[in-house]
């Protein structure tokens, strides 16, 4: 068998999950020599909440920090999150805006881009696999793992065929929520070595106070990559830790053969980045511990944590129980679509909403039609017809690919960009964030605002939100 690989998360999911993605390309850079001597498979560096954090809190260039990344970084492959069709954004995006976003992204500097949809509605991922292919990017396609009676093992296989046959370069096991358990691990990967020879990389999270044996059983199936943060950016709604995983895996016949005087160099210089962010309140010490709950209620941590923080808004705490009771009922009435980001929100706010008003889906936001009407894709299993028409009465459902209603855009974000944005770069920062990136793009050319300001800011918006 060949050797474990390791993907290193802390440069990207690591803080993302731990303290909302506040970490500066500035306390990056530093160390950056010393990750490209460890000897990872590859290094998650950007895409997800990234892009945005830069641009709304950090007052950086995300691309800048991308091209950073790689001048520093030279023998390790970067990799990056991308939710297909939202690109890094909250809505779908023409064909012509996803390829350019792609073609960028590959030219700053990614080897990797780890794509998924939250509904595992493949017709979301085909222009990204497609502009993937044409830039010579390796493409890895991902699917987000849930249960439900529809999430079968058989339907996970079929899934992954499906990709593969699409032109996957590998695949990944998207974890999002930590859900996923040991043994169910093992006959899953077990059954997907069986039906294809593609890579096989596994991602979870700690939340649940599993992911170790997980793991364990994952690479005894036969996993080819793992996920994990170094151990200061590790545990609680974060990965397991690179050095214990390293230590323990290098007992078996799959060593991952890391450098260990490189990996504990690297612990090392994040521990004070970390104390740091902990005294200013931006990394809760809540985050680490373990919730259980999580694989009570198949509820993602940071999804219960926001749950929270709502109710309390509400004066309602009393009925979180009862909301978290909601929640796999709403899922279950909805088609039983994966808690991701955005579908973890929509479906956790629409709980919420079904508990205070005492009469269920009396009130129903806008994101919630737009699913019933088919605009996010395709629902895993078919929704209630009676929940259905209280939610969007007699309007058209569309059963073609989202995007196909979407003209192209591209242009027409340049035009309307104007002096502010300077490169292609630009206005796809400008096409994303559209509230947040004309105060940046000035700030960025006209030095009109500093670091120091902006993170003042930053902190100042987690106060009022967390």
Known sequence: MSKLKITETALRDGHQSLMATRLKTEEMIPILETMDKVGYHSMEVWGGATFDSCIRFLNEDPWERLRLIRKHAKNTKLQMLLRGQNLLGYRNYADDTVEKFIELSIKNG?????????????????????????????????????????????????????????????????????????YNAYDLIKKLKEATDLPLELHTHCTGGIAEMLYMKAVEAGIDIIDTAISPLSGGT???????????????????????????????????????????????????LTDPQTLKYQVPGGMLSNLLSQMKQQNAEDKYEDVLNEVPRVRKDLGYPPLVTPLSQMVGTQALFNVLTGERYKLVPKEIKDYVKGLYGKAPAQIDEEIKKKIIGNDEVITVRPADLIAPEFEAMKKEAGDLAKTDEDVLAYALFP???????EAKYNECATTEEVDDNAIQYITVTM
Not at 124 to 148: D, V, W
Not at 149 to 168: D, F, I, R, S, W
Not at 435 to 441: S, W
């Open 238 to 288: 974060s990965q397991p830790p690179t050095e214990s995983l390293a230590i323990a895996f290098g007992e078996m016949e799959r060593n991952p053969e890391l450098n260990m005087e490189a990996l504990l160099e690297v612990a090392e210089y994040f521990k004070p980045i970390r104390d740091k962010y902990m005294a200013e309140g931006i990394l809760d010490a809540k985050v680490l």
């Open 435 to 441: 509230q947040v990136a004309p105060k940046f793009l």
């Open 110 to 182: 990614i080897d990797i881009i780890r794509v998924f949809d939250a509904l595992n509605d493949v017709r979301n991922l085909e222009a990204s696999m497609k502009a993937i292919k044409k830039y010579n990017g390796h493409c890895q396609c991902a699917i987000s793992y849930t249960t439900s009676p529809v999430h079968t093992t058989e339907y996970y296989v079929e899934l992954v065929k499906t990709m593969e046959n699409m032109g996957a370069d590998s695949i990944c096991i998207k974890d999002m929520a930590g859900v996923l358990t040991p």
